[in-house]
């Protein structure tokens, strides 16, 4: 029980000192439920070594068959909450006690704490129950202190990139140290250091043909409406908005995607005060708590946007603060499973072979503005990276761009006689 409780005061430091997301605690949450149910029952944290960590290494890559990525991905977790677990094991955070429980209770009792400015909310299912404690090897505590910190990764050879919250200190002092405390928790990273080898795996993308096709199944499922000054139709290829979003609202979250690269979860969570009232531009809340701005240049598009956003708003009254712009039939905001749904068939329907996701057309945005000349800085700050060492793997795709350049080049051409 020392280890499931160590777990669990993890996810909650994760969740709301952090500020991680509900999907990357839910991740954080299987990969150390992996790691516990390879250990021998009743394991404590302390028992784990250099020896237990390559044993499971062995056991994921060897026995199991799992892929390499799986694997620096559960040891970049398991990285964290060793690095988490020496921390606290200190002494910064002892038994239950009135002084150390006001942070904890915040959560525990529904209330909401206020993190960085912004309001924070537990995860469900995240957190130590009220008067639960941690052991590690002697050392009672009762989860994550305000003067704790953690390296997301903890120096992992693993991109952890947006999944980090606010900044946080790694080497700030906790509590007593060693000599204060002989049971400290060694850390087993200490001497382990994961050799697993990096494949960069160059992301899916479509291409500019099969782009045009999806663009232009979306055009064709929206008829045109006629103008109320001249009874002619609108132009072409604006979509028809209504309240319910339909195909329409549809329409315009895919050319969305594909025109600022936006993450579908970020674009379900779009409000409408987040919308320019011209639809020129958008205020995205995207990952690791980075807010960035995103232009809309196209005129149809933004006169588009722009619709949607003054009917919705119509809709909802005065108050737009929390209205969703993207809804469902019912009202609630649209949820990423219906995009990738929808987006499926929609993509099937314009001939398509290929499964396309939301996050192809992510790729794809990023991909067609490199190839276009893009400074790759300005793709970095659209696309939200926090590294634009993550960005520079959409210059290994632009192979478009290669074979124009090759091509006019003509270098054995250059050479023959004329």
């Given at each position: 029980m020392a280890f499931r409780a160590a777990v669990e005061g993890f996810l909650q430091f994760c969740a709301i000192e952090r500020q991680m997301s509900p999907h990357t605690v839910a991740a954080y949450r299987a990969d150390l439920s992996d790691f516990l149910k390879f250990l021998p029952i009743g394991a404590a944290p302390g028992e784990v070594g250099e020896a237990a960590l390559r044993a499971?290494?062995?056991?994921?890559?060897?026995?199991?068959?799992?892929?390499?990525?799986?694997?620096?991905?559960?040891?970049?977790?398991?990285?964290?909450?060793?690095?988490?677990?020496?921390?606290?094991?200190?002494?910064?955070?002892?038994?239950?006690?009135?002084?150390?429980?006001?942070?904890?209770?915040?959560?525990?009792?529904?209330?909401?704490?206020?993190?960085?400015?912004?309001?924070?909310?537990?995860?469900?299912?995240?957190?130590?129950?009220?008067?639960?404690s941690i052991e590690v090897d002697g050392v009672r505590g009762a989860g994550a202190g305000a003067g704790s910190s953690l390296s997301a990764g903890g120096g992992a050879e693993v991109e952890a990139g947006d999944r980090t919250g606010p900044d946080v200190d790694p080497g700030a002092a906790v509590g007593p140290g060693p000599a204060q405390n002989p049971t400290l928790l060694e850390n087993p990273f200490k001497t382990f250091r994961l050799r697993l080898p990096r494949r960069k795996r160059l992301p899916r993308t479509l291409s500019r043909p099969e782009a045009?096709?999806?663009?232009?199944?979306?055009?064709?499922?929206?008829?045109?409406?006629?103008?109320?000054?001249?009874?002619?139709?609108?132009?072409?290829?604006?979509?028809?908005?209504?309240?319910?979003?339909?195909?329409?609202?549809?329409?315009?979250?895919?050319?969305?995607?594909?025109?600022?690269?936006?993450?579908?979860?970020?674009?379900?969570?779009?409000?409408?005060?987040?919308?320019a009232p011209d639809g020129g531009a958008l205020r995205i809340h995207g990952k690791g708590a980075r807010d960035r701005m995103a232009y809309i240049t196209d005129a149809a598009l933004a006169a588009a946007l722009a619709r949607l956003r003054a009917e919705r708003a119509a809709f909802a009254g005065a108050d737009t603060v929390a209205v969703p712009l993207f809804v469902n039939r019912?009202?609630?905001?649209?949820?990423?499973?219906?995009?990738?749904?929808?987006?499926?068939?929609?993509?099937?329907?314009?001939?398509?072979?290929?499964?396309?996701?939301?996050?192809?057309?992510?790729?794809?945005?990023?991909?067609l503005l490199i190839e276009t000349g893009v400074d790759i800085r300005f793709v970095q700050r659209l696309l939200g990276h926090a590294s634009i060492a993550t960005t520079e793997i959409?210059?290994?795709?632009?192979?478009?761009?290669?074979?124009?350049?090759?091509a006019r080049a003509d270098v054995l051409g250059a050479l023959r006689p004329h």
């Open positions: 499971y290494l062995t056991d994921m890559v060897g026995e199991r068959g799992l892929s390499v990525a799986t694997g620096r991905r559960r040891f970049a977790c398991l990285r964290a909450f060793f690095r988490w677990l020496t921390e606290i094991s200190t002494g910064a955070v002892l038994t239950e006690t009135a002084g150390d429980r006001a942070v904890r209770n915040a959560s525990c009792a529904g209330e909401t704490p206020s993190v960085g400015g912004r309001t924070a909310k537990p995860s469900a299912g995240v957190g130590p129950k009220p008067g639960l045009a096709a999806l663009m232009g199944s979306l055009r064709r499922s929206v008829p045109e409406r006629p103008s109320p000054a001249s009874g002619r139709t609108a132009t072409a290829g604006l979509p028809r908005v209504s309240l319910s979003p339909g195909e329409a609202g549809f329409a315009i979250a895919l050319q969305l995607m594909v025109a600022t690269g936006i993450r579908v979860g970020e674009l379900c969570r779009l409000r409408l005060d987040e919308v019912r009202g609630t905001p649209l949820r990423p499973q219906s995009i990738r749904a929808r987006l499926r068939v929609r993509a099937r329907d314009a001939g398509l072979s290929r499964r396309v996701t939301p996050h192809m057309l992510r790729h794809t945005a990023a991909t959409y210059t290994h795709v632009s192979d478009e761009a290669l074979r124009t350049t090759l």
